[in-house]
């Protein structure tokens, strides 16, 4: 059985920090591309980042330069670093594991108000 855990959101001003964290079991996990989407209220689910196997990522516009992503094969966990946060990176965040077939964690709250 596949499972995707997230982990680490909450409340945060703007201008803060949080670590997401997305613990996976029931794959083998370092075969796999890892990513993190986000959903805000009344929009479509978006990819935020994204890392690959072999380490390559990417990332939305939006998060370039203050989000990062990076995975430890060894506690089959991947991390959305996000630094300077905004308003409008309000959502619900979730993780993504894709090789072929994919599977998606339940999600995590993540609010940026003052």
């Known amino acids: 059985q596949v499972q995707l855990v997230e982990s680490g959101g909450g409340l945060v001003q703007p201008g803060g920090s949080l670590r997401l964290s997305c613990a996976a079991s029931?794959?083998?996990?370092?075969?796999?591309?890892m990513g993190w989407y986000r959903q805000a209220p009344g929009k479509q689910r978006e990819l935020v980042a994204e890392?690959?196997?072999?380490?390559?990522?990417k990332f939305a516009d939006s998060v370039k330069g203050r989000f990062t992503i990076s995975r430890d094969n060894a506690k089959n966990t991947v991390y959305l670093q996000m630094n300077n946060l905004k308003p409008e990176d309000t959502a619900v965040y979730y993780c993504?594991?894709?090789?072929?077939?994919?599977?998606w964690g339940q999600g995590t709250q993540v609010t940026v108000s003052s």
């Open positions: 993504r594991a894709r090789l072929g077939a994919e599977y």
């Open positions: 029931g794959i083998i996990f370092s075969a796999y591309v």
């Open positions: 890392i690959t196997p072999g380490g390559s990522t």
